[in-house]
């Protein structure tokens, strides 16, 4: 299986064209990231399928990130779908990684995978394995159906299982920070669950414009199962109709919100 | 270079929530949910989330310590064990077995939950057993 992208990762090891491969690998049937040193390794390789395609997904983008300030001047190879190359190109607009440094081997998603993340992109630019789906409408309707102060009763009651795990900031390629406000006494009150509500959820979602690239590991990793990614759809939702803006698609500066501009028309 | 990420359960509860944690040329820098294990599907707690912490922390009690003299002091853990099985004599023999409880752990396996409750009862004559988590 994964025929031509073992083949291609053989071929840039071997060369010595990059020094590893960050993709992920089949282990007692379950899925981990892995890097790959050697071409013999690489018939581990997992390209994210657990019990359906593409639920073994890790922050691959992240991860990577890591490694390239870890091994300053190294080339890595990495695997991508649509939403690992949008973290890479946003955390190129960031300056956290160089992406000459950076070989990325595309696998594009299956209808199902597309579907069950609402994602509006599910392809990398280029791919070895996978055909090209269009994806349904991935916008969060049933929310925007409800008014307004039934969608803040709503919010408040999903807002208010939050065991401030922290796990959507630590899944998040995006999040990047060195000090997170959201470990800051002035913003969140230590040692309380639920966090404040609703500051916690709001920062955050605040803190992901120009970053967000719509990859749904926050809401994968939510032990209470917010729906973290409607927020950030919608607040992707709104900087892309105002400041025609989307992060991780030719992204070539931080964020709208870094210009001194004259500010778009009321929402 | 090295970058691997090794699958293991949890340490902290019995829940069992299987992680990976994330090793970088020798060194444990980081915690993953697995996304395939069963018990959390990909989620986990701020404790598990964090549980790579402590391994190589410096603060992390690696030797065993009595104290002595009010102070805590390095101990071999002959010397350590020499002096709880000789306390714990003397204790039961002035109080009584039941002044003595013993507090079972998430942190190791069933078995060894096991062999403290039967040392409890068997050895010390004691029903006091409960778990750490009601310390
Ligand atoms: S977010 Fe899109 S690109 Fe990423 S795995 Fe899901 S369907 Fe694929
Ligand atoms: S969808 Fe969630 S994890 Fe992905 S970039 Fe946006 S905030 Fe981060
Ligand atoms: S992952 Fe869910 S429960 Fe954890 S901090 Fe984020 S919103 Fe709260």
Not at chain 1, 43 to 62: F, H, M, N, V
Not at chain 1, 105 to 110: A, L, M, Q, R
Not at chain 2, 7 to 33: K, M, N, Q, S, W
Request: hydrophobic share 35%.
């Amino acid at each position: 299986m994964y025929d031509a992208i073992k083949d291609r990762v053989t071929e840039l090891l071997s060369t010595g064209e990059i020094k590893g491969f960050l993709a992920l690998k089949s282990e007692n049937g379950h899925i981990i990231p892995h890097l790959y040193v050697s071409p013999e390794e690489i018939d581990q390789l997992s390209i994210g399928d657990g019990g359906t395609e593409g639920d073994g997904r890790y922050p691959l983008a992240k991860i990577l990130t890591m490694l390239l300030k870890n091994h300053a001047g190294e080339r890595f190879g990495i695997l991508v779908r649509g939403c690992d190359q949008r973290a890479l190109k946003a955390l190129a607009a960031w300056n956290q990684i160089d992406l000459e440094r950076v070989v990325p081997i595309g696998v594009s998603c299956t209808e199902e995978r597309a579907t069950a993340c609402a994602c509006a992109l599910p392809y990398p630019d280029e791919w070895l394995e996978g055909e090209q789906v269009a994806p349904e409408d991935p916008r969060p309707v049933e929310w925007e159906e409800k008014g307004p102060p039934q969608r803040l009763e709503l919010w408040r009651a999903e807002f208010e299982k939050c065991i401030k795990c922290y796990g959507c900031r630590n899944i998040c390629p995006m999040c990047f920070c060195k000090e997170c406000s959201l470990e800051s006494a002035d913003v969140v009150t230590k040692g309380e669950i639920p966090p404040d509500l609703p500051m916690f959820h709001l920062v955050r979602a605040l803190h992901m414009i120009g970053r967000c690239v719509d990859c749904g590991l926050c809401e994968e990793a939510c032990p209470a199962n917010i729906p973290l990614r409607a927020l950030y759809k919608k607040v992707n939702d709104i900087v892309e109709t105002r400041f025609q803006f989307r992060s991780g698609i030719d992204q070539k500066e931080q964020s709208p919100l870094h210009k001194i501009v004259e500010p778009p028309a009321a929402i | 270079m090295d970058y691997k990420t090794v699958l293991t359960t949890c340490a902290y509860c019995g829940c069992g929530c299987g992680l990976c944690l994330e090793v970088l040329d020798g060194r444990l820098i980081g915690t993953l949910p697995s996304k395939t294990n069963p018990i959390n599907e990909g989620k986990l707690c701020v404790k598990g989330w964090n549980i790579h912490e402590f391994v190589q922390h410096p603060d992390r009690i690696t030797k065993p310590l009595i104290r002595k003299n009010g102070a805590l002091v390095e101990a071999s853990w002959d010397e350590a064990l020499d002096f709880t099985v000789s306390r714990l004599k003397e204790i039961k023999e002035d109080h009584g077995s039941d002044s003595i409880a013993f507090l079972a752990s998430a942190k190791v396996t069933n078995e060894e939950n096991y062999l403290i409750m039967k040392f409890a009862r068997a050895a010390v004559g004691t029903n006091n057993v409960d778990h750490c988590a009601r310390l």
